[in-house]
């Protein structure tokens, strides 16, 4: 999960617009990523309140556990309740 943004002022790389990418578990990043990579990697989300509900999630759980810890609990949450 992460947030892009087109960075104003900076010149365009030859793989297209770039992007300030924040992610919940660690915030913004040190380099700028092209949208072309960032569409590639990634899919968009249009529920807004999903989308809210996990970044506030990722960010709230992160205090206390790392990514890997926290997808796998996710995964294993819905793998385990899908087969009830």
């Known amino acids: 999960m992460l947030l892009a943004i087109t960075s104003k002022g900076k ?3 030859t793989a297209g617009t770039s992007c300030i990418v924040y992610k919940p578990n ?3 990043q040190a380099r700028l990523e092209s949208f072309s990579e ?3 990697k990634y899919r968009r989300v249009m529920d807004y309140d999903a989308a809210r509900y996990h970044w ?3 960010y ?3 205090s206390s556990c790392c990514l890997h810890a926290y997808m796998y609990v996710i995964h ?3 793998y385990v309740n ?3």
Do not use: A, N
Request: aromatic share 0%; hydrophobic share 20%; proline share 0%.
């Open 76 to 78: 294993t949450t819905l």
């Open 38 to 40: 960032i569409r590639k």
């Open 56 to 58: 506030e999630d990722l």
């Open 11 to 13: 010149k365009k790389d």
């Open 26 to 28: 660690t915030g913004r």
């Open 82 to 84: 899908m087969c009830h």
């Open 60 to 62: 709230d759980s992160s």
